[in-house]
């Protein structure tokens, strides 16, 4: 019995110490070559846009989570909490946020290149917690 109540202990010890699963915040989507021509008006720069979804089943917050590409654009959540199962789209341009689906860069100058770049998402430690990159010019959209 001293074997088994010894046996049990070690397991539940190695359990409580054991890393959690992976990270509930996911880049799903980079919407890179904005529609149409590419004037560089505000309709045609949140033609381009990163979307981020929250696939656990709880709130989590994002204050101080970055996104940043290759060239080293970065967008800053502010203190945001994102629900369970629920996407924001994080458009380039300028607009009115309207938390939780739509944030806006507010930059005047696109983000992502057209034929290459790479989108990272790092927590408010700098952890990185996902990474999604393309690589082709013939499309307008990486599903990641």
């Known amino acids: 019995m001293k074997r088994l109540s010894a046996a049990v202990l070690c397991c539940l010890a190695v359990l409580a110490l054991a890393p959690p699963g992976s990270a509930a915040i996911r880049i799903t989507k980079i919407y890179y070559n904005s529609p149409g021509v590419e004037s560089g008006s505000n309709a045609s720069l949140n033609g381009e ?33 994102l629900p369970a199962g629920t996407t924001v789209k994080i458009h380039t341009g300028k607009g009115p946020d309207t938390f939780p689906h739509h944030l806006y860069w507010k930059l005047e100058t696109y983000v992502w290149d057209n034929d290459k770049d790479k ?26």
């Open 49 to 81: 846009w990163i979307t981020i979804k929250n696939t656990g089943n709880r709130e989590r917050q994002r204050k101080g989570w970055k996104i940043r590409d290759v060239a080293g654009n970065v967008f800053r959540f502010l203190s945001v909490k």
């Open 119 to 144: 989108a990272t998402l790092r927590n408010a430690a700098a952890n990185i917690v996902d990474t999604c990159a393309y690589n082709n010019a013939s499309a307008s959209y990486k599903v990641c």
